[in-house]
């Protein structure tokens, strides 16, 4: 049987304007779908496009200076870009919640928590103001705060910076949305900090049968929260499949380097190889694939035409020359 989808994104560009005739694309045409109660996770390194595609979702982008400029974000059927900002500010925080990648920059250092948390719960709840902080009391509980009341209390300075997150997810957990966006939900925290919250996400996600949108570099975390994983590069989607696929049977080089750059207990590995380079300048791309620079199996084909998409195996789709009909022999 095949899963009804929550979220379905299709061809979506998002650019960035310089002025009203230069721009640079941030994230390329894509398109993928979430399904209720899934975890899907989109991987990559710093400047693939990851946060901006979350941005674009959410419709966060009015303070800065990029613009959807193609494509569409369907949410339970209805495209959340031909909506008004008042339609917007309904479903985000109540239906759609997002976990900031910095905690401490997200929540507002002039406000105590308890009137943070509050204000969102009545924004999309017709709870009372007594009633809206009981509840925040017991989602700071839930996630692993000891004494809620006395953090109610506080201000974001007083907090840890695991507390600070803790707080976060809270928040975006308070009104139990339909679809949570988690960019980097872990970064900055110690490896025990961070498993505890891994745990209390996926635990929360069973209970409440949401769906999650896990965004992160660490492959680890991948492994461990996600049912299927999209690997982005330089704006585009170069990989999507089943997370043992993905890790048993990478198809994509760039995948295949970040797999390959991550430690493994006993492997008796001293030096792990990297990905020679870094992330392209979206304003002077290469021509072609643009993993090709990178890329230490690029021929002229690569550097003279881009891939596409090609379907690799079930729900398995590379963007490499290598998984076409006419290169499947040379593998």
Not at 6 to 15: A, F, G, H, N, S
Not at 217 to 230: K, N, S
Not at 247 to 267: C, E
Not at 300 to 316: D, Q, W
Request: proline share 5%; net charge neutral; aromatic share 4%.
């Amino acid at each position: 049987m095949k899963q009804e989808n929550l979220l379905e994104v299709k061809q979506l560009r998002t650019e960035f304007f310089s002025s009203k005739t230069s721009s640079v694309t941030a994230v390329n045409e894509i398109s993928f779908s979430i399904g209720k109660g899934e975890i899907l996770g989109l991987v990559g390194e710093s400047g693939c496009g990851k946060s901006v595609t979350s941005l674009s979702i959410m419709g966060l982008l009015t303070a800065t200076s990029g613009k959807v400029t193609k494509g569409e974000v369907l949410f339970e059927g209805k495209d959340l870009l031909k909506i008004s900002e008042k339609e917007m500010r309904e479903i985000r925080g109540g239906e759609m919640s997002m976990i900031f990648q910095e905690p401490m920059s997200s929540l507002n250092p002039a406000m105590r928590i308890d009137k943070q948390m509050i204000e969102g719960i009545r924004l999309h709840t017709d709870l009372s103001k007594e009633e809206a902080r009981k509840r925040a009391a017991e989602i700071l509980a839930q996630v692993g705060i000891p004494d809620p009341e006395r953090v109610l209390k506080n201000y974001p300075h007083q907090l840890s910076g695991g507390m600070s997150q803790r707080v976060m997810i809270a928040m975006a957990m308070s009104c139990q949305p339909k679809l949570l966006i988690a960019d980097e939900p872990t970064t900055a925290l110690d490896v025990t900090i961070q498993a505890q919250i891994l745990d209390l996400m996926k635990k929360i996600q069973e209970e409440k049968g949401m769906s999650i949108l896990m965004i992160t570099h660490d492959l680890g975390v991948v492994a461990e929260m996600c049912t299927r994983a999209i690997v982005m590069y330089a704006g585009e989607i170069v990989e999507e499949a089943p997370i043992d696929e993905l890790f048993n049977a990478p198809q994509h080089p760039y995948t295949k380097g970040l797999i390959a750059s991550v430690p493994k207990l006993g492997s008796g590995v001293k030096v792990l190889p990297s990905i020679p380079g870094s992330v392209p300048d979206l304003s002077s791309l290469p021509s072609g694939c643009r993993f090709a620079p990178r890329c230490k199996y690029a021929t002229e084909k690569c550097r003279a035409g881009k891939p596409e998409l090609f379907e690799v195996g079930e729900n398995h789709y590379s963007r490499c020359w290598l998984a076409s009909e006419d290169r499947k022999g040379e593998k």
